[in-house]
């Protein structure tokens, strides 16, 4: 067969001679779609234009994958042909490309999705090559060489003239006072959880002091008191507030510029200084505070891949400083808050996250209850126990205590009370209640009412706590050599006040404080009284044999009802005012509820020649019962420090005098021959941190209202990292600065030290935000500003440093430092 001729068919010149055979239909991009993609040109890549996409109806333009030719792929075709050199960001590009459609192939499987996510703070950094030089070891080890730097720097400042005073300076007449206390395992009573009195005492160990001196206010230091050291121990804590500072600002993801400025105020606030170079727990405080944030911010940077090593370390740690800072003072439950506020957020977040798993959900709400929740309790708690196990020995503040539990410090002899109460046994009554004291009255009566005489709760041991048991006026009365009469339920009796012969007594006179109950006074003597005198025995149980029918000193649980009215004798932790010493009232509550621990009593102290010696040591206290009962009893008695109208205390202010600094606090004497501290702030620090807060919420104010007119300011991580860092700041000082606008309690200028700090990351990103990290100004206006700004924080700390350091000699002979009229630096 033969073959038909060859028809040639000329199809025409082609368009370019650099033109190849395509296997798919070449649809071309968009310009804008071009410049999006950084202007890749297949040409720069040696005339790459075997390089297709799939039509754009197939698919959307933000999914189009590019379709390469295998022999492309593999790099061997002719793509490369011609020695078409590729730059090296050309190449990442590439490379970058080839990385994104391999991951959008919709026959690769995704990997598990976590809730990944990190658009604030600092990201993840990549692993640096070794250094060939010493620049580069320098440079590539900044964030460890500069807060070693820092930190030396720190040191000096606290450690410099520490112990230029030998006399016992302001609050150390306190807490100076508990170490000692420590030191003689002697039980006391304080309002402020344990962890950093602890510390106090584990200073003064250290360092080699007894526990014998009293720290009172203004007495000089003996040769035994090695107070130098103790207070270099706790200025410790001060020296590594410092370096936090720096790491924290680094979490934050703060310019370099930024990230220095703020660690300098850090170091050059007078205030933070003074008040950390001495024997108080406010340097301990700052410390566990400004840990919390640094672990806060550290976790946050770790989100990026959760339950990671480094993830789970970051969130337990945040735990146990949470647990630290709430175990040295209670005002550590408002950088709690902050926690809190900020773990809602972020699991609010991961909630509205589709892409994870019901499991995952429940991964992240676990881990955060136990390393935010029951991790600091566990360290709450323990600073407790250790507080109990050190102090086993009998002490003035043991009365705040259960009856059980003080039976069995050493040194206390209610172990040795008769088992048994009979007619005739003298008595001391504990409210057991939540914080209750011993029955109480003196000789002072109610300046309203009835004007007879005061009965209270007082939470200390005195003879004023001392009452007879005796048969009502119908009865038969008490024989001292009659047969004994052991008290039981059911008895109608009389109490009657050992040192002034009164009679416990109630009539229908409404209760000075708590006005819906009847007033409890004294009245009458040993001859003279009436049947409102008379009170029913009614037990309520036996903690250590259940129901008994007959009382028992320590342990039986009664009730004392009113014969006549019907009342229940009550303290509920009420504060009387002034006239009343500021002790708790008692009164009798018309609603029988009998499952008010207020209303319940028992025999706590007790003396019968007549009866034998008990054996009280077999019964213990239990933990979580004395944990629990201490601090009702530290809640109350700080509720109960409120200011006293009647007295002007000079050391005190307001919270609208802190922000800024419209008074100081003078810290000890102010006499001439005297070396006087003056708590302040370096003015600089406070103002500008203060004005800051102000700047940041009109800053955000006037974003959301270009952002609701489409002016877009920022990308998105621009915009999270301006919210995160704004949060933390604002949110830490809000949480920090408000509860004392509305609590009652007395307040002082150094309550506001842990607020300043919020206050400070907040001025430091409002600089970065507008200066440090703008795109507007060149490195050298940046240098410049960053000079001014450190030149002005220096010589205003140098120019105030003296009252941190102290001021010798007259102070109206140091000029130049009234800078507010209100300042009561001269005198």
Known sequence: MNRPPAVAIDFGTPDSPNSSSFEFEEVGYPDPYHQHQHQYDPESYGGRANEETLPLHYMSEEKARRRVRAGAAAGNGSDFDGGAAVSGNEKEQFEYQEYDDAGKDVYNKPKPYNGQRISSGRGPSQPLPPPTTITEFLLQNTEVIVPVVYTLLSCWTRFHRIGASNTVVWDEAHFGKFGSHYLKREFYFDVHPPLGKMLVGLAGLLSGYDGSFEFKSGEVYPDTVPYVAMRVMLATFGVLMVPLAWFTSVELGMSQWACHLTTLMVLLDVGWLCISRFILLDSMLLFFTFLTVFCLTRFHNEQFEPFSIDWW???????????????????????????????????WDKFGDTRLTVRQQFNHWAARVVCLIVVPVLVFMASFKIHFLILNHSGPGDSQMSSLFQANLE?????????????????????????GGLLHSHVQTYPVGSNQQQVTCYHYKDNNNEWNILPAWNDKQHDPEGPLRYLKDGDIIRLSHVPTGRNLHSHTVTAPVSKLNYEVSGYGNLTVGDNHDYWQVEIVDDTKRGSVGQVHSLTTRMRFKHVALGCYLRAANAVLPQWGFKQIEVSCDKENNRKDAHTYWNVESHWNDRLPAGDMKLYKSPFLRDFWHLNVAMMTSNNALIPDPDKEDILASKPFDWPFLHLGLRMCGWGDNQIKYYLMGTPVVWWGSTISLGVALLTFAVYILRWQRKYNDMDAREWDHFLYVGKIAFFGWAFHYVPFLIMGRVTYLHHYLPTLYFAVLMFGHVLDHFIFSSRRFSARTKAIVFGVLVSILVATFWWFSGVAFGIDGPVNEHWGLKWRETWNIYN
Do not use: H
């Not at 370390?313 to 175990?327: A, E, H, P, Q, R």
């Not at 088992?419 to 939540?434: E, H, I, P, Y």
């Open 411 to 435: 040194g206390n002899d209610f172990y040795k009370n008769p088992l048994d109460v009979a007619f005739g046994s003298r008595v001391t009554l504990k409210n057991m209640g939540w914080g």
């Open 313 to 347: 370390v970051w969130l337990f740690f945040t735990g146990i400083s949470i647990g630290c800072v709430t175990s040295v003072k209670m005002i550590g439950l408002f950088v709690t808050a902050l926690v809190g506020v900020y773990t809602v957020e972020d699991l």
